[in-house]
């Protein structure tokens, strides 16, 4: 098992060193010379262009540069912005808590309404179940954008219930503010959970040890929670892992649909102006939160099912 | 190894050879069909039959609804609704489509080549793909419309890469099962070559598997260009696309007319359920029969 999360650790690393060199050797990939690309194409007074190229050491070959600057990002200095003259660390700091609580909102809702509705439609057969395939068939296809459009037009013009815009202030009005956001987010994937913990509760009922069980007299409730759930819990746990996971790059459409002051907001922002420092280390920060996401979930997935054969690739 | 559930029944019916041509599709799978097909006349000949001009603008008509010529009003410019959903079409669709071919072909190209050589070759292309893999599409396709600039090139081009894996994934399992057969290996000692047997023998035996996979990855597609669009980084204003629409509505929306966005989005909707719910019977049929 420690050598199963060593090796994880080790790929978890090469992929961030990897992806890392991604983010920043795109930068060189711009048309035109990188500092025209790091001022976003304004003419500055020379002395000014010279700091720059010494605060990017510019002058330094290119490796020598990406090593600079990883190195300062490992230690938590993601640079500059120029336009703003802030630093991202600031900026990502500002915006980090309101991504966060969207996330976390959503995969309450996503593991709460997901899970259950799986469970529900398993259990119940006939019109609860086609109900709850017909909801989740419905929500799948419903994007984050659209499901925003829609949900700002139903609870926010027609009945008032919640504000469209914006991020509260002090808990309840964040919260108010964030549940139109957090529910257009887990559109998507609450159908997603709901559909894979249906497949896996109908696929454990049919097993013989339920039958077993069932046989031998044992109330139906038990056998439910601690011979058919229990089993399921396995495949449903990677999907809800993978959802959110997913959910990281999705806020981002959610986060502009709303006018959130999110990372997500602020990285499509960056892009439109060409803020390269903030494009580069926002997206940093959500490649290493969604690959640690999804090393976790790799991780959970061993230590739930001891039949999972560490080591070798899963096919 | 993934464990197959095999519904015997559909099984059975898949195997009758009456069936093997025309695959059982039922109502919802023609009527899903029936939507695609329109979507894909609309993407060729929309912006030829559109009533309007899509980009002509009247302010005077700023917002107006449903009128006598125009059965879908006008959005805050004074543009023809209708004219501007039926010249969306083309990019919205034709975008999708080339991003899901781009990613299949390198996908597949990907699974072939990790099936026939395995060893190293396997090792060496699953774990760049693992690298892959840690880039979300959307967050892609942010970072190439910050570098080369907001276009739908840029978009879906990053789109293609970032799905690329996922196919190469799907496909590499049943290339490596289809390479363990017998016949393969006796071909293979009767002298043909590689390609021959890479391109005659492999793979039409995993495209019933390729075409679904597609068909799923078209959806996915549609749903992430147009969120890229509607973020302002792909398709550009005042250029026609559902994505871009359903922004364009937005302000509208807000101040109670939601027609441009609203029409926008059941465009988007109905032809995505229709290509998932497709896909989905593409795929188990796929499963099920190709063994």
Redesign the interface.
């Known amino acids: 098992m420690l050598q199963f999360i060593a090796k994880r650790l080790a790929m978890l690393v090469a992929t961030l060193l990897v992806a890392s060199f991604a983010i920043y050797g795109a930068l060189y990939l711009a048309p035109g010379s990188p500092i025209a690309a790091l001022t976003g194409g304004r003419t500055l007074p020379p002395e000014v262009m010279a700091q720059i190229e010494a605060r990017y050491h510019l002058n330094e070959p290119f490796l020598t540069r990406y090593w600079l600057w990883l190195t300062a990002a490992v230690h938590g200095d993601l640079g500059e912005s120029i336009p703003l003259h802030e630093s991202v660390n600031t900026l990502i700091a500002q915006r980090i808590g309101t991504t966060l609580q969207l996330v976390l909102f959503a995969s309450i809702l996503i593991v709460m309404f997901g899970v259950s509705l799986g469970i529900i439609g398993a259990l119940g057969r006939g019109a609860v179940d086609t109900g709850v395939l017909f909801a989740s068939t419905v929500s799948a296809a419903l994007p984050a954008f659209a499901a925003a459009v829609i949900l700002q037009f139903i609870f926010g013009v027609m009945l008032g219930w919640f504000p469209v815009l914006g991020t509260g202030e002090g808990f309840v009005d964040t919260v108010k503010h964030l549940t139109l956001p957090a529910i257009a987010l887990a559109a998507t994937s609450t159908a997603l959970v709901t559909r894979v913990t249906r497949t896996a509760v109908r696929e454990e009922l049919d097993r013989e040890h339920v039958q077993t069980a069932v046989s031998r007299g044992l109330p139906w409730s038990d056998v439910v929670r601690r011979h058919v759930l229990r089993n399921a819990a396995i495949p449903i746990t990677t999907v809800v892992g993978i959802t959110i996971a997913s959910l990281i790059a999705l806020s981002a459409v959610v986060e502009t649909a709303f006018a959130l002051n999110g990372l997500g907001a602020y990285l499509v922002q960056a892009a439109q102006n060409k803020d390269f420092a903030v494009v580069q280390g926002i997206s940093l920060v959500l490649v290493v939160a969604f690959v640690i996401t999804n090393v976790v979930v790799d991780i959970a997935y061993a230590l739930l099912d001891p039949r999972v054969s560490l080591g070798s690739r899963a096919q | 190894?993934?464990i197959e559930?095999l519904d015997p029944v559909a099984e059975v019916i898949d195997n009758a050879p009456a069936n093997r041509r025309i695959p059982k599709l039922g109502f919802l799978g023609w009527l899903s069909v029936a939507v695609i097909a329109l979507a894909l006349f609309l993407a060729i000949f929309g912006p030829m039959l559109a009533p309007y001009d899509p980009t002509l603008s009247n302010l005077s008509y700023s917002n107006v609804g449903p009128i006598a010529g125009h059965p879908l009003g006008f959005d805050d410019q004074g543009r023809d609704v209708l004219s501007r959903l039926m010249a969306g079409a083309r990019t919205t669709i034709f975008g999708a489509a080339f991003v899901s071919l781009i990613a299949i072909f390198v996908g597949t190209a990907l699974a072939l080549l990790t099936a026939w050589f395995g060893g190293k070759t396997d090792t060496f292309i699953?774990?760049a793909l693992?690298?892959l893999?840690?880039?979300?599409?959307?967050?892609l396709a942010?970072?190439a419309?910050?570098?080369?600039g907001?276009s739908l090139l840029s978009a879906g081009l990053a789109l293609s890469i970032a799905y690329s894996p996922y196919v190469a994934r799907v496909l590499r399992?049943a290339a490596l099962k289809e390479r363990a057969m017998t016949y393969i290996s006796a071909l293979e000692v009767q002298g043909f070559g590689a390609w021959r047997l890479t391109l005659r023998h492999l793979l039409p035996n995993i495209s019933a598997l390729i075409v679904a996979q597609g068909t799923i990855l078209f959806g996915f597609a549609m749903?992430d260009l147009?969120?890229i669009s509607?973020?302002?980084?792909g398709v550009q204003s005042p250029n026609a696309d559902w994505?871009v629409m359903?922004?364009e509505?937005?302000t509208s929306?807000?101040?109670?007319y939601?027609l441009v966005?609203?029409s926008a989005?059941v465009c988007?909707?109905s032809v995505?359920?229709a290509v998932?719910?497709l896909g989905d019977r593409l795929e188990s049929n796929s499963r099920g029969g190709n063994r």
């Open positions: 190894m993934s559930i699953s774990a693992d690298v893999f840690a880039f979300p599409g959307i967050l942010v970072v419309a910050a570098v080369f907001p399992g749903v147009a969120a509607f973020l302002g980084l994505g359903v922004s509505g937005k929306l807000l101040q109670g939601p966005s609203l989005v988007i909707v995505v359920a998932s719910f």
